[in-house]
Structure formats: C-alpha cells, structure tokens
C-alpha cells in the first residue's frame, strides 16, 4: 500500500515538472554583457542594442487588497498610472524570444516563450 502511494506521488510530482509553462529568468545574455533585474534601459541598450519591438503602455494602480483568483479591485479615479516598457528580443534560430519589461526606468522581469506574451 505504501509503495503505491509513494509511486502515486512521483508520478503526480513527475507530471507536475513535465506541465509546459512559461519561461521566466533573472536575467538575459547578450553580446556586450548580462542584462539583468534592476538594470536601466540605457544599460539593457548598450549590453543587448535594439529590441525587436517595443511596447509602452500605463498600467492602472488599484487601491485596495487584491487576492489570488479573484477580479482586480476598480481603479480608482485620479489615481496616476504606472508607466511600463516591454521590449522583445529575437535571440535568433533555436533560442527562444525574450521579453523585458520595465517599471520605473528598470527592468522589472524577464520572460522567455516562443511567441510574446
């Protein structure tokens, strides 16, 4: 009995780990350096040069608590919003693209995926 529960839970445990999700790194490799979280976007540029695209966008600030799984509390009128970048790098045959977004003029993540996310 034990040793089918034991199986039971690697096999669960196994099929977890194997679930294809995406990517997500603290940092990117380029040709003049490493890119990484707290980066500027003048030090993203001269380490990685120019993105593929680029993409900028005022996210909403929501006041209130927010919970996992439930809908984001409104936004709240007057509130400012918080400027965010994203910038997609094509990292050529057999690498996936890389996105880096930024918050505040600094890079806030860095995803990896075959399309954007």
């Known amino acids: 009995m034990k040793f089918a529960l034991s199986l039971l839970g690697a096999l669960v445990l196994g099929l977890g780990a194997a679930w294809p999700q995406p990517a997500a790194a603290e ?3 380029c040709g003049r350096g490493i890119a990484d979280i707290g980066d500027t976007r003048l030090s993203v540029l001269y380490k990685c040069g120019e993105p593929l695209m680029r993409d900028s966008y ?3 600030v929501y006041q209130g608590p927010v919970y ?3 809908p984001l509390p409104p936004a709240v009128l ?3 919003c918080q400027p965010v970048d994203e910038w997609l790098y094509d990292r050529g045959p057999g690498n996936l693209m890389a996105t880096v977004r930024f918050q505040s003029g600094a890079v806030q993540s860095i995803r990896y995926g075959r399309v954007p996310q």
């Open 27 to 29: 940092s990117l490799r």
């Open 58 to 60: 005022c996210a909403p």
């Open 68 to 70: 996992p799984g439930a």
């Open 78 to 80: 007057g509130l400012p």
